[in-house]
């Protein structure tokens, strides 16, 4: 999957509010993009990803699993590599 210059926002306040879940072992590219969630923007469960993000803006909780960043804030934190 490949997603450029999107909004990813989970909402409705349910028990696990992820921006971006990837439960499935397929490539996931996420360019120039804000993600939202409360527990996790950007989760793998399950042999997901891998997932990497490049330039992103992440609101609220941390991308966790098999996940790479590049050029990525999350909140008020910017890190050039690795995820915030």
């Known amino acids: 999957m490949e997603v450029e210059r999107c909004s990813i926002l989970a909402e409705n ?23 939202e969630g409360a527990n996790n923007t950007v989760l793998t469960s399950g042999g997901g990803g891998p997932v990497t993000l490049i330039d992103c803006l992440l609101v ?6 098999n996940v790479s960043c590049v050029a990525v804030t999350r909140n008020d934190t910017f890190q050039a590599t690795g995820c915030p």
């Open 60 to 65: 609220g909780g941390v991308a966790q699993g």
């Open 13 to 35: 306040e349910s028990t696990n509010n992820r921006g971006l879940e990837s439960s499935v072992g397929a490539d996931s590219i996420v360019t120039e993009s804000v993600i």
